[in-house]
């Protein structure tokens, strides 16, 4: 089991950058697959990008395609989201998730481990 958790989240201006970067504890990291959410208040948590386990295959959503990139570092069992050119309708809770597989997908139930959450809230 594996356990995640979240940081890199605050408060920044449209336009602006933020790294989030998550955790992994335990046992599996490098085995699976791994992918970032976000939810908006009232709104459906929502696919941004995932990673395949080797870190060779990489999938965004297209509102997030040439501003954010994940990435993950197999030895610190860390995955990353760097996002640039932030817009107001970026802001959410961002959860990173741990696939069932290997490639990664957008399907919400393919995840089965997720983190705590961390706030993204770009002002205009």
């Known amino acids: 089991q594996v356990q995640l958790v979240e940081s890199g989240g605050g408060l920044v201006q449209a336009g602006g950058s933020l790294r989030l970067s998550c955790a992994a504890t335990?046992?599996?990291?490098?085995?699976?697959?791994m992918g970032w959410f976000r939810q908006a208040p009232g709104k459906e948590r929502e696919f941004i990008a995932s990673i395949s386990s080797s870190g060779g295959n990489t999938d965004y959503t297209d509102s997030v395609k040439g501003r954010f990139t994940i990435s993950r570092d197999n030895v610190k069992n860390t995955l990353f989201l760097q996002m640039n050119g932030l817009r107001p309708e970026d802001t959410a809770v961002y959860y990173c998730?741990?696939?069932?597989?290997?490639?990664?997908?957008?399907?919400?139930?393919?995840?089965?481990?997720w983190g705590q959450g961390t706030q993204v809230t770009v002002s205009s």
């Open positions: 998730a741990q696939e069932r597989f290997v490639i990664g997908s957008r399907v919400v139930a393919n995840y089965k481990n």
């Open positions: 335990g046992r599996g990291f490098t085995t699976y697959a």
